[in-house]
């Protein structure tokens, strides 16, 4: 059988979903189910994963002809990657011989060729098989026609974004008023650099929850954050897209003290406050005037994620001798909050698996995750086809 509500196969009932879908002061969350069910997560792979814009990296850290960053994004092996013209791919990272992956982590293809390190084939930049030993006597191989898949991306304000669905809305239209709030920073003209990367045991919706809203400072960040910066000021915008932001203006209405000056045409709002945003699924940032914070998820499965956090300095750090002491010293005033969060977030993820949760209830300090929640079921309660045909 097949009714309405259970046609999207997600096993949320009519009730559960219309609590999630009440306005704000009526909201509660999404069933604990959705952050552990292995079924949730094989459909999130094929109604949010493959069809929606996934961050992959920022542009300054592929910066010549073949340096490439390999990602993993829920189970797709892919690689972003500098061609010879200075031109952005985004390729599939897995090798068309015996499917192992090409690349690891980040780095420079040598020699500008991707070379396979199980048999040796070799492709070109631009993902073209160009030589394959021992296959002389295989026949009908026709290695011109050979080339690794290479998938739609766009670069957001110096973020690589990745699209599996050659239909898909482009970001920038679907971002489009929120743009004057991020234009002023100009990630495009900074340099990424990583700072802390850690596997968590949780679903990756927790930690994309956590890190939108302000609530839980005054609990979590006691002695950190909530210093300078109480989440009682936090003002929550009205996003229209995919995506989700706060601001915490420094306490005293005064321009934050920052650990490398801001661009000089920073407009004086933006001096003045911290703007923390999601776009989703799952790309997060935490941007005060000068060194804003960005995090990646290499999302596993459906309990384990690795969060990788970069900073961004301005343009040139590279080449400053001791740039990753700096690095290191940015990142230690930022670990104890990190800590902080990883603290309340493993308690998290082990209270969604009893049996005896309900969905709680939202204060108006969670606005983002009420929009998180209602984009997530905007794509998760499609028509499950296939299942109806067999019912
Ligand atoms: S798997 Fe790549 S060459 Fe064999
Ligand atoms: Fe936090």
Same mark, same amino acid.
């Given at each position: 059988?097949?009714?309405?509500?259970?046609?999207?196969?997600?096993?949320?009932?009519?009730?559960? @979903?219309?609590? /999630?879908?009440?306005?704000?002061?009526?909201?509660?969350?999404?069933?604990?189910?959705?952050?552990?069910? %292995?079924?949730?997560?094989?459909?999130?792979?094929?109604?949010?994963?493959?069809?929606?814009?996934?961050?992959?990296?920022?542009?300054?850290?592929?910066?010549?002809?073949?340096?490439?960053?390999?990602?993993?994004?829920?189970?797709?092996?892919?690689?972003?990657?500098?061609?010879?013209?200075?031109?952005?791919?985004?390729?599939?990272? /897995?090798?068309?011989?015996?499917?192992?992956?090409?690349?690891?982590?980040?780095?420079?293809?040598?020699?500008?060729?991707? @070379?396979?390190?199980?048999?040796?084939?070799?492709?070109?930049?631009?993902?073209?098989?160009?030589?394959?030993?021992?296959?002389?006597?295989?026949?009908?191989?026709?290695?011109?026609?050979?080339?690794?898949?290479?998938?739609?991306?766009?670069?957001?304000?110096?973020?690589?974004?990745?699209?599996?669905?050659?239909?898909?809305?482009?970001?920038?239209?679907?971002?489009?008023?929120? +743009?004057?709030?991020?234009?002023?920073?100009?990630?495009?003209?900074?340099?990424?650099? +990583?700072?802390?990367?850690?596997?968590?045991?949780?679903?990756?919706?927790?930690?994309?929850?956590?890190?939108?809203?302000?609530?839980?400072?005054?609990?979590?960040?006691?002695?950190?954050?909530?210093?300078?910066?109480?989440?009682?000021?936090?003002?929550?915008?009205?996003?229209?897209?995919?995506?989700?932001?706060?601001?915490?203006?420094?306490?005293?209405?005064?321009?934050?003290?920052?650990?490398?000056?801001?661009?000089?045409?920073?407009?004086?709002?933006?001096?003045?406050?911290?703007?923390?945003?999601?776009?989703? %699924?799952?790309?997060?940032?935490?941007?005060?005037?000068?060194?804003?914070?960005?995090?990646?998820?290499?999302?596993?499965?459906?309990?384990?994620?690795?969060? /990788?956090?970069?900073?961004?300095?301005?343009?040139?750090?590279?080449?400053?001798?001791?740039?990753?002491?700096?690095?290191?010293?940015?990142?230690?005033? @930022?670990?104890?909050?990190?800590?902080?969060?990883?603290?309340?977030?493993?308690?998290?993820?082990?209270?969604?698996?009893?049996?005896? /949760?309900?969905?709680?209830?939202?204060?108006?300090?969670?606005?983002?995750?009420?929009?998180?929640?209602?984009?997530?079921?905007?794509?998760?309660?499609?028509?499950?086809?296939?299942? @109806?045909?067999?019912?």
């Amino acid at each position: 059988m097949s009714s309405v509500s259970q046609s999207h196969g997600t096993g949320l009932t009519a009730a559960q @979903i219309a609590a /999630v879908r009440a306005p704000l002061s009526r909201a509660s969350l999404l069933p604990a189910t959705v952050y552990s069910d %292995p079924e949730i997560f094989r459909l999130e792979k094929e109604r949010i994963f493959a069809r929606t814009w996934l961050p992959v990296c920022h542009i300054s850290q592929i910066r010549e002809p073949g340096s490439f960053v390999s990602r993993q994004l829920a189970g797709e092996a892919i690689m972003a990657l500098r061609g010879r013209e200075g031109e952005i791919r985004v390729m599939s990272n /897995v090798c068309r011989h015996r499917n192992t992956t090409l690349v690891d982590g980040e780095g420079q293809c040598k020699g500008n060729r991707i @070379i396979c390190p199980y048999h040796g084939w070799t492709y070109g930049l631009d993902g073209q098989l160009l030589a394959a030993p021992f296959m002389d006597q295989a026949e009908d191989f026709a290695r011109r026609e050979i080339k690794l898949p290479e998938f739609r991306h766009e670069v957001w304000h110096g973020f690589v974004f990745v699209n599996f669905d050659a239909d898909a809305q482009s970001l920038a239209e679907q971002m489009v008023e929120f +743009e004057p709030l991020v234009a002023p920073y100009r990630y495009e003209d900074m340099e990424a650099f +990583e700072m802390r990367r850690s596997t968590v045991p949780w679903n990756w919706k927790i930690s994309l929850e956590n890190f939108s809203e302000a609530y839980h400072q005054p609990w979590v960040h006691t002695n950190t954050a909530e210093k300078g910066f109480p989440a009682a000021l936090a003002e929550y915008l009205d996003a229209n897209g995919p995506y989700s932001a706060f601001f915490l203006p420094e306490e005293k209405g005064e321009h934050i003290k920052t650990f490398t000056p801001p661009h000089a045409d920073m407009p004086d709002a933006f001096l003045r406050r911290v703007m923390v945003f999601n776009v989703y %699924p799952y790309m997060h940032a935490l941007t005060d005037p000068a060194t804003p914070i960005f995090l990646d998820f290499n999302i596993k499965n459906e309990n384990e994620h690795e969060l /990788v956090w970069h900073v961004l300095l301005p343009k040139g750090s590279s080449q400053k001798p001791d740039i990753l002491d700096d690095v290191k010293l940015f990142g230690s005033f @930022i670990e104890p909050v990190l800590l902080e969060d990883i603290s309340v977030c493993t308690g998290v993820g082990r209270g969604v698996q009893s049996r005896f /949760v309900t969905q709680g209830r939202l204060s108006h300090m969670e606005k983002p995750l009420h929009q998180f929640h209602n984009w997530w079921l905007d794509h998760m309660l499609v028509e499950n086809s296939e299942r @109806i045909a067999a019912e």
